[in-house]
């Protein structure tokens, strides 16, 4: 059974730092490139960050050098490490696996404001 669950989200002043973690069932995460969405109110979901298997990261433009994603092989995870937050941040981020058919988390809630 494919399982995403999230965990990290919250409330944060613009400049703070939060860190997002999603929990893969080993059957997809060792298949699996791993990433994470966001969808802000009113708008269309958009990739975040992405790590292939072999660890080839891609970002949108808007959180490079911001954002860094990783993933952890050995505990089934993928990790979202979010710095500089902004106001345009805040949105529900979603952990996603990608083999060829998406799967996806329930998402958890990212707020930035003063």
């Known amino acids: 059974q494919v399982q995403l669950v999230e965990s990290g989200g919250g409330l944060v002043q613009p400049g703070g730092s939060l860190r997002l973690s999603c929990a893969a069932s080993?059957?997809?995460?060792?298949?699996?490139?791993m990433g994470w969405y966001r969808q802000a109110p009113g708008k269309q979901r958009e990739l975040v960050a992405a790590?292939?298997?072999?660890?080839?990261?891609n970002y949108v433009d808007s959180v490079k050098g911001r954002f860094t994603i990783s993933r952890d092989n050995a505990k089934n995870t993928v990790n979202l490490q979010m710095n500089s937050l902004q106001p345009e941040d805040t949105a529900v981020y979603y952990c996603?696996?990608?083999?060829?058919?998406?799967?996806w988390g329930k998402g958890t809630l990212v707020t930035v404001s003063s």
């Open positions: 080993r059957s997809i995460f060792n298949s699996a490139t």
């Open positions: 790590i292939s298997l072999g660890g080839i990261r």
């Open positions: 996603n696996a990608n083999l060829g058919i998406n799967y």
